[in-house]
């Protein structure tokens, strides 16, 4: 069976995810031929297959530290009334936050890869690696009964779990140091008919049900779209009189692009492996009982909630960690702590260090400088092992405490634009990524609108 016209590429990008298009449009905005594998029919990956959102955050403290690509992507949702843009963050835990349409953001990536020369392949899934000479030759693929190998010089990991790179032999780690085990995973559901103007009202009069706007009262009055964090104990109260079930703490919801719609980020599935089948399977199963669970007691106990009205759940389960490639570089929570400037850096990122505990209800979190922000730099996303095997988005190299932070959607974006970049340059110098001038990488990056610091 004729499946192909080509098969081979400069680079391969396996991941259709924020990472993984960030990267095929960057690559393809520089010339290259590039084929983008996803395993969905769309892209977006845990934005758009997950419930995820928003994106949070673009910015630390007033300085925009994420631009590029993704903030051309917000603009383009924003032109089309799919996204408000870049709001304050009305829970007061980061600065800002960007509620989106996910079913808008799907169709706007597809289109800047197109119009990048990025050709697509869905409802596939890379099966094997063929790895020759210290080199990833071929990867053999699987779609819809067909098995067909691709070849290409440059191969970009975006899975997320760092699949790819699992197949190819490369060293990875997963889980906090001590014991392995990763975040919880979490099944994302929204919501319409909230009533959002009654939130508010208790966030204006009860200021304390809302912990982290303590000192930031009237905080939400400057965001068209809410995002609150509180009712703690209304949660203790469901815990104890038996209503919830599992480990939650607090309710967690955004409002989408969509007026009156919200997405609850609440359930929380432990002691599951996102890379193991039937563990994964499990999960999903858990998941969605959770899920059920939190739209009965939303409804009958908590206020604005009375004629909520679900209309979805996951579709997929969303896995805030799991494998994470171990490179040339593994980046430290100290370096996040200090503000790192990496001479090779490709990304920005502002965000906390944010770790849901693997083993219970907490969320433990710790602040950067208020406008603080670190870089990535190249090193990380790089291995000596299997060298043209790069990871982009929450896979790079780097401890599980900083995991916590820059896993976030806008960070894994720039890490993914700075991936696509980098191997657009090699190419281009004739030279490979660990010989690649950080002044030309640099240079690059800032003329494509990237900030650096």
């Known amino acids: 069976m004729h499946i192909l016209t080509e098969t081979t590429y400069d680079c391969i990008v396996v991941g259709g995810g924020i990472a993984g298009s960030m990267a095929a449009i960057a690559a393809g905005s520089n010339g290259l031929s590039v ?21 949070m955050t673009f910015h630390a403290g007033d300085l925009q530290v994420i631009r590029g690509l993704p903030d051309a992507l917000i603009e383009r949702l924003v032109q089309k009334g799919l996204s408000v843009g870049h709001i304050p963050d009305s829970t ?62 440059y191969f970009i990991d975006a899975s ?22 990763d975040q919880p995973m979490t099944m994302n559901f929204k919501l319409v008919g909230v009533d959002i103007q009654a939130i508010r009202d208790i966030m204006d009069r009860e200021v304390s049900l809302f912990p982290f706007l303590a000192d930031k009262a009237g905080l939400q009055h400057t965001a068209s779209r809410l995002s609150f964090s509180g009712f703690q104990e209304l949660m203790r109260k469901g815990r104890a009189d038996g209503r919830l079930t ?49 739209y009965a007691f939303l409804k009958e106990c908590i206020p604005g909630f009375g004629n909520a009205r679900m209309i979805i759940s996951g579709p997929r389960i969303g896995i805030r960690s799991s494998r994470r490639l171990q490179g040339a570089y593994r980046i430290s929570s100290d370096d996040l702590l200090s503000e790192c400037r990496f001479e090779d ?19 433990n979190s710790t602040f950067l400088r208020w406008g603080g922000f670190y870089t990535i730099p190249l090193r990380s996303l790089l291995n000596t092992v299997v060298p043209n095997v790069l990871a982009a988005g929450r896979n790079i190299s780097c401890a599980f405490s900083a995991h916590a932070s820059l896993r976030v959607s806008p960070s894994c974006a720039a890490i993914g634009q700075g991936a696509g970049t980098a191997v657009a340059l090699a ?11 950080s002044d030309a990488l640099r240079a690059k990056l800032l003329d494509a609108g990237v900030f650096l610091g």
């Open 345 to 363: 850096a490709i990304a920005a990122c502002g965000y906390p260090i944010d770790i849901h505990s693997p083993d219970g209800d907490a969320t």
């Open 246 to 294: 599992f480990d939650r703490d607090i309710v967690l919801g955004f409002e989408t692009n969509a007026e009156g719609e919200v997405i609850i980020n609440m359930t929380r599935v432990l002691e599951h492996s996102p890379v193991d089948p039937r563990s994964l399977t499990d999960a999903e199963v858990e998941g969605r009982r959770q899920v059920w669970e939190l």
């Open 427 to 437: 190419i281009e110098h004739g030279c490979d990524l660990f010989h690649l001038q």
């Open 160 to 181: 997320g779990d760092a699949d790819l790179i699992a197949l190819a032999g490369i060293p990875f780690e997963m889980g906090r140091e001590k014991d392995g085990k």
């Open 35 to 55: 084929l983008l594998v996803e395993e969905e029919g769309y892209l977006g990956g845990s934005l758009t297959a997950c419930g995820t959102g928003p994106m």
């Open 92 to 153: 007061g835990y980061t600065y800002t936050v960007t509620p989106f349409d996910s079913e808008g953001m799907k169709r706007e990536l597809e289109l800047m890869c197109l119009e990048a020369g990025v050709q697509l392949l869905y409802h596939t899934t890379v099966i094997h690696a063929d790895v020759q000479d210290g080199l990833l030759q071929t990867v053999q693929c699987s779609c819809a009964g067909n098995l067909f190998s691709l070849s290409a010089r």
